[in-house]
């Protein structure tokens, strides 16, 4: 298992080199090409609302990413530190539906990221929350030579 951790101001500007980062790693991973835009999407949606709920929250740490290649599945984690009511795992879908979900805003980006990734888990608690997506993974065809 190949994992790339990626760690960057919470700072709007640093949102586009998480996405093309992502989206390098997920290649290489071997997530399907035609696939390469919603993973950079999603990605940008996710760090945008961690960049979001730290400036609101007067928050200096930084944004995490974690990329995590496995046999069959390439996962992105993006995760924040900014002080949420505590929740179990679910999907974004349950999150969706969730009266006391943080804001309005926070609600859309999270719509988004539903519509662009089949596999997402949201996570909150007191001491920060995470969104994690995954994909399958193809392996490399094989070459003769």
Not at 67 to 73: N, S, V, W
Not at 84 to 111: F, I, K, N, W
Not at 137 to 143: I, L, M
Request: hydrophobic content about 45%; overall charge negative.
């Amino acid at each position: 298992m190949a994992t790339v951790e990626l760690r960057f101001s919470a700072l709007p500007e640093h949102v586009r080199t998480a996405r093309l980062v992502a989206a390098a790693v997920a290649r290489r991973a071997g997530v399907d090409e035609a696939v390469l835009d919603e993973v950079r999407l999603a990605v940008g949606e996710a760090c945008t609302r961690a960049v979001g709920l730290h400036q609101h929250g007067g928050i200096s740490a930084p944004v995490k990413v974690l990329l995590i290649e496995e046999e069959k599945q390439f996962s992105i984690e993006v995760g924040d530190e900014a002080p949420h009511a505590p929740v179990q795992a679910r999907s974004a879908d349950e999150v969706l539906g969730d009266p006391d979900a943080e804001t309005e805003e926070d609600e859309m980006g999270l719509a988004v990221i539903s519509g662009l990734v089949d596999d997402v888990e949201v996570s909150a608690g007191e001491n920060g929350g995470s969104i994690r997506m995954r994909w399958p993974t193809t392996p490399p065809a094989a070459t003769f030579t």
